[in-house]
């Protein structure tokens, strides 16, 4: 499954050098430990971080050629382990024709490697390692260039592979390394300068397996959970007992008996700091404080009525497309509406978050698992009052996150006590701290009206979404110990593009997609994987089955008919074939049995101009209980050129398995003052024995972009989920999550609707 | 100082610590062995299991005093990157972990399972494993990787 035979086997040779993370790759055996090479290469990458080249638009920012003629590459971007450490080194070592083995990574450090945004949204392969891409052509172009002019050999007669430039004809070459071994390229990235031919690609397209891999499974990786640095304190922070409480007052004295432990309060930021950590959190549970009431929650039951009539909303058509078509619906015409919601979701990342900061006057340094090492320098120099450049955020493994969780709120809680006790701190938060307050996917209220004929043709169709909005040049996401603590900085809401896919991928007549923007959210909101676009295509791609099923038409041949996409096409036509798909209307002949057993799917053409996705599943579900079984899932996935099958393969078996998780199990709950879903009890996950069987069939179109493999296959999941369920029972889910008690009220005619 | 022998990853170790109800985790992670991970502090998620004499136990929840006299595992112990336990071999090969956070966990569940029982069927494994969460969703892998590490197919 995982490496072709003929791939070469990576070891692993991954070490902190002053913090940050340096992976190497040796050919070999799979468990060889580190090498000299990359400690030596290390110490350099370190030791240059003075005078490093961090200017995007600058090849020098990417890569260099070493003296020895080694490669090191510097990307931006970080691995939250869905494998861009050997993905990009794959990319990097193609384009410039090296081997893998000569190149040493280097990722996510302010001070060593360019901005190239946030590490989100699908983009670490599709956008950061296009740049890395186009800048290894630019540096392969100019050393070709100044191999010819030093042979005396037309540069379109020379070819670099193998870390050398020769003549394509054979006979004596220069390596990179006498080329420009050690010294800069001074030259911008060349969005003209040719890219290799994909079929001449040797590592492109190959599974070749993560290097991190072995460590992670051995112990032997130093987690940002696991990272220490001399001197560190060790501190917990209290958070408010009820949202938008005050602290009014901290009775020291609860804590005298414990040794060394220093309590900080800074306005309504309250912590406590201990030399060790067990420590820490006997303080933090043992610390008496008074909290005033808290500014109040919605009652949850009321949400979904609430987001439609939030005041001061804002309305935007995001899509509209009139119809030519001026006659009158005909009499087989079939019209709907129907209302779908998804609840707010925790990131529910297995590892609270955890940072390290070290500030003092002259400057700060921030060790955390943040996917946005770059875009927070700003954010924390100005609650900290530094200069940007004395600001250096270093990335570090963490839990996996899917968006942004709280490793930002641990890492400014670590920086705001560093800065009040003059020492390095660690803060770990708790699991209740986690659930509590990490920021949340948010809540999403959609409508759909339409009207489809008895040949299949979407005459009409309207969505209206109610989501909070985005404010506009927010730099990131109001962190917690800034709020608290009253340091400067710029309020608003980020969601992510929760906007994208309201509209059908299909031909309609008229059809329009007005969002209804929100001012406010419940609670903090934040991306979550695949940001609104799980809930937008199970609102579209529900509301078309409910079409179908109108129309007595069977749902697959329905979205084929009105599919115009040949990729889009496809994927759905491998869904058929792997389904072995009967053509018939839902529901199934079996729905009134006491264990209905039905199919389903969905398709997204991901954020309107990225991958092609379709999931189909089957499933069983038990009139008496409500009980879901998924047993199969089928997923069919186009994102253009594949760099790595395996990494795609397991992004996509964790985009199917998590968002299962999400659409059967989870939803943050809350009371007047507090959310409630603060361990695993109150907010479950999907367990080993719920896991259904997964077939994924990976389309690879080698010579077309790469369009990014992180996300797109969770946002069919809980449409195809819905409509398996409809298939086998009848009944139509259209509130997430699909708990056995929704099940049951909609099997017992009830419509799993919100009340609005 | 209240002073605990425990034998840890083979070695016999001697644990100090003024508060008894310390759980294990912090002390082991206080000597170094940082495979071993705080989850939920719980015992709702798995990430602190360790083998406590051959039987998967929840790190965060087992007090140091506790294991006075007894043998614990923990990843680390189970075999390196140079000899790695036929778990860990089975797990590199499918390229089990993604963010790897709740790995060390489910490998120690599994040996515990296999100590137990060493073909287990698939259904036995999931069981098994139904007491560690994962985020990233590696479940797949992870019933395939344990059903090779005891001879069968996955």
Redesign the interface.
Known sequence: ??TSPDAPRLS?RTLLEGGALMVGFALGD????VGALAQGAARSAAAAAATRILDPKEVDAYLAINGDGTVTVWCGKVD???GLRVAIPQIAADELGIGLDRITYVEGDTALTPDQGRTAGSYGIARGGMQIRQAAATARKALVERAAHRLGVPADELVAADGAVRPRTGGAGLTFAELIGGARFDLKLDPKAPLKDPESYTLVGKPL??P????????????M??HTVPGMLHARVIRPASVGAHLVSVDESSVADL?GVRVVRIQDFLAVVAA???TAI?AAGALKAQWSAGSGLPAQAELPALLRASPGTTEQVLTTKSSTDAAPPPEDARSLTATYFWPMQS??????SCAIADVSAAGATIWTASQGTHGNQATFARFLGLPKDKVRLIYL??????GMNSHEDAAADAAVLSRAVGAPVRV?W??QDELGWDPKGPPQLIDIAGTIDAAGYIRDWRTDMWIPENTRGLPSIPLLAPEAAGLPQTPGLNSGMISQNGDPPYRTGRMQVVAHWLKTAPLRPAPLRSPGKPANCFAVESFLDELAAAAVLDPLQLRLSGLTDQRGKAVVEKIAEMMSWEQRPSPGPNSDQPVGRGRGLAYIHYKHDEAHVAIGMEVAVERASGAIRVERVFCAHDCGQIVNP?GVR?QV??????TL?RVLKEEVTFDRERVTSV???SYS?????E?P??DIALIDRPTEPPLGAGEAACAPVAAALANAVFDATGARLRTVPFTPERVKAALGGQASMPRT | MPRYDIRINGAARTIETSDPDQPLLYALRGLGLTATKFGCGLGRCGACNVLVDGQAVQSCMAPVASLEGKSVTTLEGLGTPANPHPLQAAFIAAQVPQCGYCTSGVIISAAALLGEKPKPSEAEIRTALDGNLCRCGTHVRVVRAVLAASGQEG
């Not at chain 1, 991190?212 to 987690?223: E, R, S």
């Open positions: 499954m995982t692993r799979a468990l060889a430990p939250l382990g869905q397996p993560r991190d891999v072995p460590a992670k499974c051995t112990g032997t990786l130093t987690y959970h696991d040794p060790d950590e067990w006997k990131h529910a990342s297995i590892g609270p493994d963490g839990a996996g996150c899917y770990q708790s699991r395996d397991a078996e964790g985009s199917i398995i998590q998780s361990d695993w009890s996950l999907l367990t080993f024995s896991v069987k997964l």
